[in-house]
C-alpha cells in the first residue's frame, strides 16, 4: 500500500492512470516518478470526514472511464488524466493524530503526496473542506495548475453559515440510533430529498463505504475544527491560478452564497452553478459535472 510521509504523519494515496483501451488502471503501488504517459495530474482532495469513496465517479470520469451514477460515458474526447486520491489525516488508511487540525497542515499532507507521486505540477479538486485544503495549497505552494472549487468557500466573518438545522444533523443523531441509521441521518441533508428518494440502493451502498472508509468521530471533530478556524478571504487575490468555482443552488451544508464570494475575490474564476444542486451535486449530477469540469481543465 503506497504512503507518504509528512513530518511522521503516513498518508495513504492511490493513483489511476489515463483510460487505456476502454479500461483505467488503479495503480495503489508505490510511485516515485511522475507517470510516464506525461499525462496531466489531477489531485482529488476529500471534504470532512468524507473517505475516498466520494470520488469515485470523478476519479474514472477524468481518468476517461465511466463517470456518473447511471454509467454515462465521458463525452468529451480529451485524452485522461493520471488522477491521484488521498486519505486526509484522520480518514481511512491515513494516520489519525490527535487533533484539532489546521487546513494548512492538511495542505502539507497534499503537498507530501504529490511530491510522492512526482507529480511536479497538479490540477488539484477539491469539495467542501476539500476545497479549503486547495485554496490553502495554492497559497502556501507552487505545484497547482488550476483549481477546482466544489461546493465549498473561503472562510471568515463574510462566509454564509452552515445553517443551525443542518448542523445539528450533521453532528448528532437520534438516541437509540445504530451506526446505519446514524450515517443516514448525518448525510440526508447532503442530498436533495429527489435524489434520495429515488436512489436508495446507491445510498445503501454509500453508507457502506462510509462505515469502511470515513474519518472516525475524533478525527471528524479534529477536521471540523479546522475548517472552522480557515479564513483565506482577504488572501483570495493571491490566488492567480486558473480556478473552476462550481456549487448548487440548494446546498444545504454550505450554501450557494460562499461560491459569489470565491468567485468575486479570485483574480482567474469561472462559475459554475447548478439549479437545484444539493451539496454533492458531484455525485448527483456526476456526468455533468465532470463534463464542466474536464471542459475547464482542457482549457487551462
Known amino acids: 500500500m503506497p504512503y507518504a510521509d509528512n513530518d511522521g504523519v503516513s498518508l495513504y494515496y492511490e493513483v489511476t492512470d489515463p483510460v487505456e483501451d476502454g479500461d483505467p488502471s488503479d495503480d495503489t503501488a508505490d510511485v516515485s516518478d511522475a507517470d510516464a504517459s506525461g499525462a496531466e495530474t489531477v489531485a482529488l482532495v476529500e471534504g470532512l470526514g468524507y473517505g475516498r469513496w466520494m470520488w469515485r465517479w470523478q476519479r ?15 463525452s468529451h474526447d480529451d485524452e485522461g488524466y493520471r488522477v491521484v486520491v488521498w486519505d486526509n489525516r484522520g480518514t481511512g488508511d491515513s494516520d489519525a493524530p490527535e487533533g484539532p487540525y489546521t487546513i494548512a497542515e492538511m495542505a502539507s499532507d497534499l503537498e507530501a503526496v504529490l511530491d510522492a507521486v512526482g507529480a511536479e505540477r497538479a490540477h488539484v479538486v477539491g469539495a467542501s473542506m476539500g476545497g479549503m485544503i486547495a485554496q490553502q495549497y495554492a497559497l502556501d505552494y507552487d505545484r497547482a495548475e488550476s483549481l477546482g472549487l466544489l461546493c465549498t468557500g473561503p472562510g471568515g466573518d463574510d462566509a454564509v453559515p452552515t445553517p443551525e438545522e443542518t448542523r445539528a444533523r450533521m453532528f448528532d ?10 450515517v443516514r441521518y448525518k448525510m440526508k441533508p447532503a442530498m436533495t430529498d429527489e435524489f434520495w428518494d429515488a436512489n436508495q440502493d446507491l445510498v445503501e451502498e454509500i453508507v457502506d463505504w462510509r462505515l469502511a472508509g470515513d474519518a472516525s468521530d475524533a478525527a471528524r471533530d479534529a477536521q471540523a475544527a479546522a475548517v472552522a478556524g480557515f479564513d483565506a478571504s482577504d488572501r483570495l487575490g493571491e490566488i492567480d491560478v486558473p480556478a473552476l468555482v462550481a456549487h448548487g443552488t440548494d446546498d444545504r451544508v ?23 444542486g444539493s451539496h454533492l451535486f458531484f455525485i448527483e449530477r456526476a456526468d455533468v459535472v465532470n463534463d464542466r469540469l474536464a471542459e475547464f481543465l482542457a482549457h487551462v
Not at 174 to 180: C, K, S, T, V
Not at 260 to 270: S, T
Open 254 to 276: 454550505l450554501p450557494v452564497g460562499n461560491a459569489d464570494l470565491l468567485y468575486e475575490g479570485l483574480p482567474n474564476a469561472q462559475l459554475a452553478v447548478f439549479e437545484g
Open 60 to 74: 474514472d470520469g477524468l481518468a476517461g472511464g465511466q463517470g456518473s451514477p447511471s454509467g454515462a460515458t465521458r
Open 173 to 182: 443523531a437520534p438516541e437509540g440510533a445504530d451506526e446505519r441509521e446514524a
